[in-house]
Each structure stands twice: as C-alpha cells, then as structure tokens.
C-alpha cells in the first residue's frame, strides 16, 4: 500500500494552462515537502510545509498543506516549459521512524510550449 | 544546504559484476541515505547509513546485494553486487540538513544499466 497517493501520475498541458498535483495520505505527516526532479539530476526541493493549513507561494507554485496534516496540493499557475519535470511529494510520518521520508510516485509534468 | 558530489554519474556494466558508487558531502552529517528510482518511477529507501555503526536496510533489501560503508561524516559508499539486468536504474544518495526545517538534499543519482 502507498503511504502517500499522487495524482495525476501524468499530466500533458500548454503552455499558459494552471495545473493541480495532489497528494493525499490517511497517515498524519509532521512536515510535507515538494520536489521537482529534472531527467539526469537529482530531486531539488521546492518548499517544505509543517503547519496545518499552511500556504507557501513560491512565484508561480502555491502549496497547501491539509488542516490535518494529511494531504497537500501544488497548484502551478500559467504554466511554462521549464515547469516540466517529475514532481515528488514526501512527508516526515509523526512519530514512529519519523527521520525518514516517505516518497509518493510522483507527478511528470509536461508542459508543451 | 548541502553538496553532495555523486559518481559515477551513470554506468553501463555486465551481469554479474559488482559496482560501487561514493557519495561526497561538503559538510558533516549524521544520517545519510541510499535511494534507488527505477525508470518514470518514485524513490524506494534502500538503507540509512550512520557513521560508527551498520547500516540499516529497508525491508526487501540485504546487505549481502547491497554493501554500504561509511568510514567518516563526508563520505558512504553503496556497492551493488552481483549485477542482473533487473538492478538497472538510478541510484541517489541523499542527506538531511537540521535547519529550521529538516530538509533533504540529494545527489546527482548515478545511473546504472545492466547488460
């Protein structure tokens, strides 16, 4: 079972298009963050939410983490080429083994000029 | 933040021989951690690799296939062993950083195929 569900797994927009990604858990996360991987790199962090509620606007990119600290969204507005790349969930579980992080499968976004 | 220099950056090897991969950081860490990511996929947790000690591996994983080392705070290496073709992937080496925020950073990956 997947800890942490992405959606879309992929997803092909225009140029100028606004987009969701979601990622959705029935676990409680103490901190969420996103990452955007490009081919032969590896994944680059973008924000790291921790408070429920939380939204982070980082240019283009807002994101939201569930007032339950379940679930989180990447809304891209205006959408360009260089937006393209695999986009990663990944949440620190409250408690437990919380020093490790949990990945999602990720979203790959292509943004067609 | 971290650098973390990854190499090889990408490899093509015979089945059955073994390749190890060194990942160099440009700070001192705690924890350090072994990725693999097969093609279009997520990341999948091999093992966390704490200096002083064995590492721990995530369940699916062994040390016999896997060999890690981690002589210092800079520095691991992961071997994978005994190659198969089904070992193709990319292999990422990963640290936390204690900030205001834990955050992790990653390498380059090193890709492997397996002929």
């Known amino acids: 079972t997947q800890l942490l569900e992405q959606s879309p797994q992929f997803l092909s927009i225009q140029e100028g298009e606004n987009l969701t990604v979601y990622c959705n858990s029935s676990?409680?996360?103490?901190?969420l963050q996103w990452y955007r991987q490009e081919p032969g790199e590896g994944p680059v962090l973008l924000v790291t939410v921790v408070t429920g509620g939380e939204v982070k606007k980082l240019k283009r990119l807002t994101f939201q983490f569930g007032d339950a600290r379940k679930d989180s969204s990447l809304h891209i507005t205006a959408a360009q080429p260089g937006d393209t790349g695999l986009y990663l969930c990944?949440?620190?579980?409250?408690?437990?083994?919380?020093?490790?992080?949990?990945f999602g499968k990720g979203t790959l976004l292509t943004v067609n000029p | 933040s971290a650098v973390i220099s990854q190499k090889p950056s990408r490899d093509i090897c015979q089945r059955g021989t073994s390749l190890t991969i060194q990942c160099q950081v440009d700070?001192?860490?705690?924890?350090m951690f072994w990725y693999r990511q097969q093609p279009g996929q997520s990341l999948t947790l091999i093992a966390t690799?704490?200096?002083?000690?064995?590492?721990?591996?995530e369940s699916g994983f062994v040390i016999d296939k896997f060999p890690i080392s981690r002589p210092n705070l800079t520095f691991s290496t992961l071997t994978v062993s005994n190659m198969s073709p089904e070992d193709s992937s990319i292999y990422l080496c990963?640290?936390?950083?204690?900030?205001?925020?834990?955050?992790?950073?990653f390498g380059q990956g090193t890709r492997l195929t397996v002929v």
């Open positions: 690799a704490n200096q002083g000690s064995e590492a721990t591996y």
């Open positions: 700070s001192q860490v705690t924890m």
């Open positions: 676990s409680v996360f103490s901190s």
């Open positions: 990944a949440g620190k579980r409250s408690g437990g083994s919380n020093y490790k992080l949990t």
């Open positions: 990963s640290v936390e950083v204690q900030g205001t925020n834990t955050e992790a950073f």
